[in-house]
């Protein structure tokens, strides 16, 4: 069963507004999520690292007052994409591990954002 | 930022072996070897993992070279479902799965 959901899977939004998406972890509690991106065609790149209780840490080019992020329970990570333009619009992917080096991360189904 | 080099892309015959290698020469003395495959605008699959010792699941073999600066996976007999985007990943210390361009393996009928 899936060990990481995420919503909605699609969605469209209009230039200037703002989308929220939402990570769960089903099967532990995880206090670190991660954020990515992945434009068409291309690999998937980290945005940042969501910590429980604290404040993320973003990867070098990715605008954090932009990307908000939200991990206010062991459970749950938010990104809110802010006033989303059309060069925003891409495949947005969470995913959860466990502490541990040989700990595999699981991967949300993505959610897919477009901004007309 | 990834670690990892790959071939952009492979193609194999159905019900044949798909061999995919990966280099990750800087890859330090704690670090797993990962990999992962993406079928299109799904999110990354697991397919195993390893330190030093060769591995094997009900998906996958992953064969490490003793220096460990480079690894193969190895699907035994590739079906059309395993066309996907194959990734080879090095965990870093910080738990952050950074991922380079991987493989695009095409199995062929």
């Known amino acids: 069963g899936a060990v990481v959901s995420q919503h909605p899977s699609r969605v469209i939004c209009k230039s200037g507004t703002s989308v929220k998406i939402e990570c769960r972890s089903l099967?532990?509690?995880?206090?670190?999520m991660f954020w990515y991106r992945q434009f068409p065609k291309q690999s998937l790149m980290l945005m940042a690292t969501?910590?429980?209780?604290?404040?993320?840490?973003?990867e070098q080019g990715v605008e954090k007052d932009k990307f908000l992020i939200n991990h206010a329970s062991l459970t749950l990570s938010t990104l809110t994409v802010t006033s989303a333009h059309p060069e925003d619009s891409s495949f947005y992917i969470c995913?959860?591990?466990?502490?541990?080096?040989?700990?595999?991360?699981?991967f949300g189904q993505g959610t897919r954002l477009t901004v007309v | 930022d990834a670690k990892t080099t790959q071939p952009t892309s492979m193609d194999c015959a159905e019900g044949r072996a798909a061999n995919l290698p990966c280099n990750h020469s800087t890859i330090s003395g704690n670090e797993y070897v990962y990999w992962y495959r993406q079928i299109h605008s799904q999110g990354p699959q697991y397919i195993i993992h390893g330190l030093k010792n060769n591995e094997t699941n009900e998906m996958a073999s992953l064969i490490i070279t003793e220096d460990r600066k480079s690894s193969t996976l190895i699907l035994p007999h590739a079906t059309l479902r395993d066309t996907a985007v194959y990734y080879c990943i090095d965990r870093n210390t910080g738990n952050q799965f950074y991922f380079g361009t991987g493989t695009s393996l095409t199995v062929i009928p």
């Open positions: 995913s959860v591990t466990q502490a541990a080096m040989n700990t595999e991360a699981f």
């Open positions: 969501s910590n429980e209780g604290s404040k993320a840490t973003y």
């Open positions: 099967d532990f509690q995880a206090t670190t």
